[in-house]
C-alpha cells in the first residue's frame, strides 16, 4: 500500500523558514517523480513543486519560485520543501503527491497527474 | 495558460445521477488529460478519475469521466449518489504548468 506520510509543518514568522519532509513507502520510490500541491484555508488546490525520480530536474510554480527549493534522498525515500523568506500567503496544508507521469515543458518537467497524496501537513505564517 | 471552470456547487438525491462539468477557457479539452480528485471534509484528496475516463483500482464504477470536445469540457459523472459521495471535487489538467479547476461542492441530500 502506497504511504506518503509529510511533516515539519508548523507556525512560523514571516520572513522565516521551514522544511517539510515527505517520508514515502510502499512503492518503488526511484522510480517515481514527485510534487508537492498546497491548499490554503477553504481555498482550492495549488501545484507548488515538482522533481523528477532522479532527482535531477526540478520545476516550481512562479508564486514560490526563488524562495522554495525541492530535493529527494533515496536513501531515506524521502522527498524535501525547503522554504524560505515564508509569506502570509503560503499559509496551507501541505500535500505531497506520488506522480506517475510527467511531460517535458522546456528544460523541466511538469507532473501530469497525481496518483496518490499524502494526509498532509499545516504550515501557517503570521507574527 | 488556460483556465478550468467548474460550477461551485451541485446537489443531488441519494441514488440519483449528477454530473459535474469543467471547461476548458482556451485550447483543446482533448490536447491534455483531465483528472478528477475527491476530497472529503477534513481529508486530503483521492484520485477518481485520471487521463480522461481511466478509474484507478478501487474505485467504484459509478464514477466516470468523459470529455466533450464540442463544449470544451470535461465531465465527472457519478451515479447511484451515496451520502459518502458528498464531497468537493477538482478537475486538473496540465499545460505549460499544472492547472486545477475551483473545485464543485457536492451536496447529497
Known amino acids: 500500500e502506497v504511504q506518503l506520510l509529510e511533516s515539519g509543518g508548523g507556525l512560523v514568522q514571516p520572513g522565516g523558514s521551514l522544511r517539510l519532509s515527505c517520508a514515502a513507502s510502499?512503492?518503488?520510490?526511484?522510480?517515481?517523480?514527485m510534487s508537492w500541491v498546497r491548499q490554503a484555508p477553504g481555498k482550492g488546490l495549488e501545484w507548488v513543486s515538482h522533481?523528477?525520480?532522479?532527482?535531477?530536474?526540478?520545476n516550481y510554480a512562479n508564486s514560490v519560485k526563488g524562495r522554495f527549493s525541492i530535493s529527494r534522498d533515496s536513501s531515506k525515500n524521502t522527498v524535501y520543501l525547503q522554504m524560505k523568506s515564508l509569506k502570509a500567503e503560503d499559509t496551507a496544508v501541505y500535500y505531497c503527491?506520488?506522480?506517475?507521469?510527467?511531460?517535458?515543458?522546456?528544460?523541466?518537467?511538469?507532473?501530469?497527474?497525481?496518483?496518490?497524496w499524502g494526509q498532509g501537513t499545516l504550515v501557517t505564517v503570521s507574527s | 495558460n488556460f483556465k478550468l471552470t467548474q460550477p461551485r456547487s451541485v446537489s443531488e438525491s441519494p441514488g440519483k445521477t449528477v454530473t459535474i462539468s469543467c471547461t476548458r477557457s482556451t485550447g483543446s479539452i482533448a490536447s491534455n488529460f483531465v483528472q478528477w480528485y475527491q476530497q472529503r471534509p477534513g481529508s486530503a484528496p483521492t484520485t477518481v478519475i485520471y487521463?480522461?475516463?481511466?478509474?484507478p483500482f478501487g474505485v467504484p464504477d459509478r464514477f466516470s469521466g468523459s470529455i466533450d470536445s464540442s463544449s470544451n469540457s470535461a465531465s465527472l459523472t457519478i451515479s447511484g449518489l451515496k451520502t459518502d459521495d458528498e464531497a468537493d471535487y477538482y478537475c486538473q489538467s496540465y499545460g505549460a504548468n499544472v492547472v486545477f479547476g475551483g473545485g464543485t461542492k457536492l451536496t447529497v441530500l
Open positions: 487521463d480522461d475516463d481511466q478509474r
Open positions: 510502499g512503492f518503488s520510490f526511484t522510480n517515481y517523480a
Open positions: 503527491a506520488k506522480v506517475p507521469k510527467s511531460i517535458a515543458v522546456g528544460d523541466s518537467l511538469s507532473p501530469e497527474y497525481f496518483q496518490n
Open positions: 522533481i523528477s525520480a532522479g532527482g535531477d530536474v526540478t
